[in-house]
């Protein structure tokens, strides 16, 4: 995105581009607009960091890596109490574009519809029962029979940030299935992950976050932290959801590793941005 001219012989500078420069102002707006809706911190039962930030950082990263639009239809599956939609409330056209959020936690979808719904009306939060043995242990829909109240062929973009970091792995292949009936043709998902490549597997101790120094679960593609609930933090072999995506009628258009196996990289957890493929379902 970036381009790189010389004024003289001896002096180069680089210049962004334009679309890469609204992008930035974008992110500023976001993290200086002191209207924009923010829970409590007490309230925010999932992800770590500060709620605003990792959400504007995201907004980025839907753009650049994903190629979100604003006239996009978008599906955010597991959407917690807003981290993800707010910023979108700033780049999605109001006319144009639609946004549909989903999360089994009553009370995030609650905090979405007064303080989101009720400024941005299209943005539209609904509570699906699934059920997870750390989010909703009473759940009344198995993941593994899960069916989105959509039609098919409905969604631009789909995103699933932190929610196969927390999945067995049949499950998994259902809520990609899921993603590849909704999904329009070229349509896209961005899929965050821990892959567990043989940097990640070499040494359990020796990344930059030792909270995810996992193991092995028995033979399958699984690997879970010890001294943790085991969906506390999945992690799975490489190419188990290269795999998965393919299954369900997607191609993987990019896959960047994160800096949690503790390489430099702009993102933290692994990234999979993937696109419906044209014929099928």
Not at 135 to 156: C, E, M, T, V, W
Request: net charge negative; aromatic share 10%; hydrophobic share 40%.
């Amino acid at each position: 995105m970036n381009e790189t001219f010389r004024r003289d012989e001896s002096a180069p500078v680089t210049a962004l581009s334009a679309h890469e420069e609204h992008i930035q102002w974008l992110q500023e707006s976001c993290l200086k607009n002191r209207f924009l809706p923010q829970p409590a911190p007490d309230s925010v039962f999932v992800g770590d960091g500060d709620f605003k930030a990792v959400g504007t950082e995201f907004l980025g990263h839907f753009i650049r890596m994903g190629g979100l639009q604003p006239e996009s239809r978008v599906l955010d599956i597991g959407c917690g109490i807003g981290r993800m939609a707010v910023p979108l409330t700033q780049y999605l056209d109001p006319d144009k574009g639609r946004y549909n959020g989903i999360d089994p936690v009553e009370g995030g979808i609650a905090w979405c519809r007064r303080f989101v719904t009720s400024v941005y009306p299209s943005f539209a939060f609904q509570r699906v029962d699934i059920a997870h043995e750390l989010y909703n242990p009473q759940g009344k829909i198995s993941g593994k029979a899960l069916k989105l109240p959509y039609a098919d062929r409905h969604f631009d973009f789909a995103i699933m940030t932190s929610i196969v970091t927390h999945l067995p792995p049949d499950e998994v292949l259902v809520y990609l299935s899921e993603i590849g009936r909704l999904l329009k043709p070229g349509g896209r998902l961005f899929m965050t992950a821990f892959v567990v490549d043989p940097i990640a597997a070499a040494n359990e101790t020796g990344r930059r976050d030792p909270r995810l120094a996992f193991q092995r679960d028995g033979d399958g593609p699984c690997w879970f932290v010890p001294d943790l609930p085991r969906l506390a933090a999945v992690g799975f072999d490489d190419g188990f959801l290269d795999g998965a995506l393919n299954r369900a009628g997607l191609f993987t258009a990019l896959k960047s590793l994160g800096s949690w196996r503790g390489q430099a990289a702009d993102h933290y957890q692994d990234v999979f941005v993937a696109e419906r493929t044209g014929g099928g379902r």
